[in-house]
C-alpha cells in the first residue's frame, strides 16, 4: 500500500468513473468497483480483487474495474499481470492514457524496453491531444526518461560492488559512508527502531580489514537522530545531520565536534546564517576545511531539495549560496560529496536523465562553473534509490549504499571501482608531525601550503600543542610550497612539484624544528634557478619573504647563505655559479630592509653533497639553497 497514492493518482484518478465515453454504466458494476476500491484502501487486496472481477464480469466495458487490478498488481510488483489489465481496458477504451499508465509503471520498475514501447505508442497516438496537459507533460517527461535509461542500459558500465563485510553491515540499515583521505577511519549511519545514529570504524591492518564498527559515543549520538558524517582531511572534526533537537534551528540542523586523545567532543551547531528553520542536511566539508556543501529546502531554490555551500570566512561560515541550475532542477539533488581534488562533486537527484526515483551524477567544476551532471549509468544507478556516493582520494575506490540481494538486510555499504571516466582527479597529502629537534616535543606551529603559480595560499592551519600533527591534500597537477612556523624558531620549508612529477602517493614529514642556535641550517626548498643561471625567478619570492620575516623577528640574527651544486659540470664552473646563487638571494634580502652586516654568502659548489650525485633525485637535493645561523 506504500504507492497506492502515487498508483491510484496516475492509474484511477485521471480516469472516469464512467466505461467508454457514451456508454451507460451499470450500476451493480459501479458499486462492486466503489466496495473493491474502498477495500483496496483498507489493505483488504484479496477482497479487492475478488469485488474487481466482479465488476468486470458485470460490465466487461467498464474500464475503472480493470485500472484498478492493474494498480493492485503494479503494487505487488506482479507488472506483467498490471499490463494485461491495463491492455484489457486499452482494448475496452481506444484511449491513450493506458499505454501512458504501462510506460510510466514499466519505467518505475526498470523494464525500460516496455516503457519505451509504451511511452511511444501513447504519445504518438490521435488522441493524444485530447489528454489533460499534465497528463500529456507526464507522458512525454517519461518517454524521453525512458529513451535515455534505455541507452545506458544497452551500454553498461563495469561495475563489481563488494559488500563491506560484517564489521560494518548488519541485519539493521546502514547508509551515508564517509571515510578519512588515508582510509583509517570509515563512517556511517545506523538505523535502529528508527533511531538514527553515528558508527565508525578503524582499519585494522593486522586482519586488512576494518575492526569492528562501534557507536560514536554519547557525546554525539543522543535521542534525537544524528546521520550522515563528514569528516575533515586530518580527520579531527566532523560534520553531521541531527534531526528533532529541541535546540535547534529547524527540524534538521548541521552541527560540528573535534576528537581528542580518541573522544569526540559534545557537537556543536553551527549558527544562522547556515543553518535556518528550514531543513538543512547531508554535509560535506572541502579538503581545504573552507566550504561546506549540503542540501536544503532553503529558498533561493530551483525546485524542491536543492545543494548549497558556505564559505568559512572569518572565524564563521557565510550565508549559503545555491550552487545554481547546472546543478539544481525542479527535482530534488542531495547527498553532495565533493572530491579532495576539489573540483568533482558526486551527488544524487530525482530529475536530472536517469534510470529511477534517485540516480548518482557527477559534475566537475570548471573555470568556476559546474559542468552539465554526467549519469554514473547502467547497473551503478538502477530503477531504485542510489543514495549517495564516497570516494577515494585516488579515485580508485568508492563506497555507496544498497538493498541489493545477497546482503545483511536492509540497507548495506558497498565498496566499487569507478568506472575511468567518473574518476576525480587522483589526490596526494602531506601527513606531518611538528616536534623540537632536541626535547621532541609535539609543537604548536603554523602551516601553510601555498600553490607556487598562483601565489595563493591553499590551506593555512595551526596545529595543536601536545598533538603537532597536521594533514593537507595536495589536489591536482600543481607546484606547492610547505611552511611550518613557530615563533620561537627556524621555520621548516618543503616543495612538492606535483606538476612535473605527478603523484597520488603521500608523502610523510617527520618535521623537527630548530632554535635560531648558532650553528643551526636550514634548506630553502623553495628557491629557484634556470640552469646555469643565477637570477632568481619570481616565485622565489614567497620563501624568501619568510626569510625576512624570520630575520625581522629575530632582529640580532646573523646568516650565511649558502649556494651548492650538483656534480654535473666543471666543478670551478659550479663553484662560480653556487657562489653567485647565494649573492643573489642575499641582494634581496638587503632590497627588503634587512641590514647588510646580518649577512654572509658563500658558493661551495658540489663539494658539500647531501646525497648521492649517482640518481637525479639525489642530484636535486645537493642542488640547494641554504641559510647557517652564525650567532643570534
Same mark, same amino acid.
Given at each position: ?25 451499470? $450500476? ?19 477482497? *479487492? ?49 493506458? %499505454? ?15 516503457? +519505451? ?31 535515455? *535509461? ?28 564517509? *571515510? ?38 554519547? &557525546?554525539?549520538?543522543? &535521542? ?91 572565524? $564563521? ?18 547527498? %553532495? ?17 536517469? #534510470? ?28 531504485? &534509490? ?10 580508485? #575506490? ?26 576525480? +582527479? ?20 603554523? +602551516? ?20 603537532? &600533527? ?33 603523484? $597520488? ?12 642556535? *648558532? ?16 637570477? #632568481? ?39 662560480? #655559479? ?55
Amino acid at each position: 500500500m506504500k504507492r497506492i497514492g502515487i498508483v491510484l493518482a496516475l492509474a484511477i484518478t485521471i480516469c472516469s468513473c464512467a466505461g467508454v465515453k457514451g456508454q451507460k454504466k451499470d $450500476s451493480k458494476a459501479v458499486t462492486s468497483y466503489l466496495a473493491a476500491y474502498n477495500a483496496y484502501r483498507q489493505g483488504n487486496t484479496e477482497e *479487492a480483487h475478488h469485488l474487481a472481477n466482479k465488476a468486470i464480469k458485470k460490465d466487461p466495458k467498464y474500464t475503472s474495474s480493470y485500472t484498478l487490478k492493474a494498480a493492485m498488481y503494479d503494487e505487488s510488483n506482479e507488472i506483467d499481470k498490471a499490463i494485461s489489465y491495463y491492455n484489457q481496458a486499452y482494448a475496452v477504451d481506444n484511449n491513450p492514457k493506458y %499505454p501512458f499508465f504501462i510506460g510510466e509503471m514499466a519505467y518505475r520498475k526498470g523494464r525500460y524496453d516496455d516503457a +519505451v514501447k509504451y511511452l511511444n505508442k501513447a504519445v504518438s497516438h490521435d488522441d493524444f491531444n485530447k489528454l489533460k496537459e499534465k497528463t500529456q507533460g507526464l507522458a512525454v517527461y517519461y518517454q524521453k526518461r525512458a529513451l535515455f *535509461a534505455q541507452k545506458l542500459v544497452n551500454k553498461p558500465v563495469p561495475f563489481n560492488p563488494i559488500n563491506m563485510g560484517k564489521t560494518i553491515n548488519t541485519a539493521n540499515n546502514e547508509y551515508f559512508p564517509g *571515510a578519512s583521505i588515508d582510509k583509517q577511519t570509515f563512517f556511517f549511519t545506523k538505523l535502529i527502531n528508527r533511531q538514527e545514529d553515528l558508527y565508525q570504524a578503524v582499519w585494522d591492518s593486522a586482519s586488512s580489514n576494518w575492526a569492528q564498527a562501534k557507536g560514536m559515543g554519547a &557525546n554525539v549520538n543522543s &535521542n534525537a537522530n544524528e546521520g550522515t558524517v563528514s569528516t575533515t582531511i586530518d580527520g579531527k572534526y566532523i560534520f553531521f545531520t541531527k534531526c528533532n533537537d529541541p535546540k535547534g534551528v529547524g527540524a534538521c540542523d548541521i552541527y560540528f565536534s573535534r576528537v581528542r586523545n580518541g573522544v569526540w567532543s559534545k557537537p556543536f551547531i553551527i549558527k544562522p546564517p547556515l543553518n535556518s528553520p528550514k531543513w538543512e542536511s547531508q554535509p560535506c566539508i572541502s579538503a581545504d576545511g573552507q566550504t561546506l556543501y549540503f542540501t536544503s529546502n532553503r529558498q533561493p531554490s530551483y525546485g524542491g531539495m536543492d545543494i548549497f555551500k558556505s564559505e568559512f570566512k572569518d572565524g $564563521s561560515f557565510q550565508a549559503p549560496v545555491n550552487l545554481g541550475p547546472s546543478i539544481n532542477t525542479k527535482g530534488n539533488e542531495q547527498a %553532495p560529496f565533493i572530491h579532495v581534488d576539489g573540483r568533482t562533486l558526486y551527488f544524487t537527484s530525482d530529475e536530472h536523465p536517469g #534510470l529511477g526515483n534517485n540516480d548518482i551524477f557527477i559534475s566537475r567544476l570548471e573555470a568556476d562553473t559546474w559542468s552539465t551532471p554526467q549519469n554514473l549509468g547502467y547497473p551503478i544507478n538502477t530503477h531504485n &534509490n542510489e543514495q549517495g556516493i564516497v570516494v577515494d582520494r585516488t579515485g580508485g #575506490l568508492s563506497y555507496y549504499t544498497s538493498d541489493r540481494e545477497g546482503g545483511f538486510g536492509g540497507l548495506d555499504l558497498y565498496t566499487f571501482k569507478l568506472p575511468d571516466e567518473f574518476k576525480p +582527479v587522483a589526490t596526494s597529502y602531506v601527513k606531518g608531525l611538528v616536534t623540537d629537534i632536541k626535547t621532541r616535543d609535539k609543537l604548536a606551529s603554523d +602551516v601553510d601550503l601555498i600553490n607556487l603559480k598562483t601565489g595563493k595560499t591553499v590551506v593555512s592551519l595551526k596545529t595543536v600543542k601536545g598533538e603537532g &600533527n597536521f594533514l593537507i591534500a595536495l589536489p591536482g597537477k600543481q607546484d606547492y610550497l610547505l611552511n611550518v612556523n613557530n615563533q620561537s624558531y627556524l621555520f621548516y620549508s618543503d616543495n612538492f612539484s606535483l606538476k612535473t612529477n605527478p603523484s $597520488s602517493e603521500p608523502y610523510f614529514l617527520d618535521i623537527r624544528l630548530r632554535k635560531p642556535d *648558532a650553528g643551526e641550517t636550514v634548506v630553502l626548498k623553495n628557491i629557484f634557478f634556470d640552469t646555469d643561471k643565477f637570477d #632568481l625567478k619570481s616565485n622565489s619570492k614567497i620563501e624568501l619573504d619568510r626569510l625576512v620575516a624570520l630575520l625581522k623577528r629575530f632582529p640580532n640574527l646573523k646568516i650565511e647563505i649558502g649556494g651548492h651544486t650538483d656534480s654535473d659540470g666543471n666543478a670551478e664552473a659550479n663553484l662560480k #655559479l653556487s657562489n653567485n646563487r647565494s649573492q643573489a638571494v642575499m641582494q634581496y634580502l638587503i632590497s627588503q630592509g634587512i641590514d647588510k652586516s646580518r649577512l654572509t654568502f658563500k658558493g661551495y659548489g658540489e663539494s658539500k653533497p647531501i646525497a648521492s650525485n649517482a640518481t637525479a633525485e639525489g642530484k636535486a637535493q645537493n642542488r640547494r639553497t641554504e641559510f647557517r645561523v652564525i650567532s643570534n
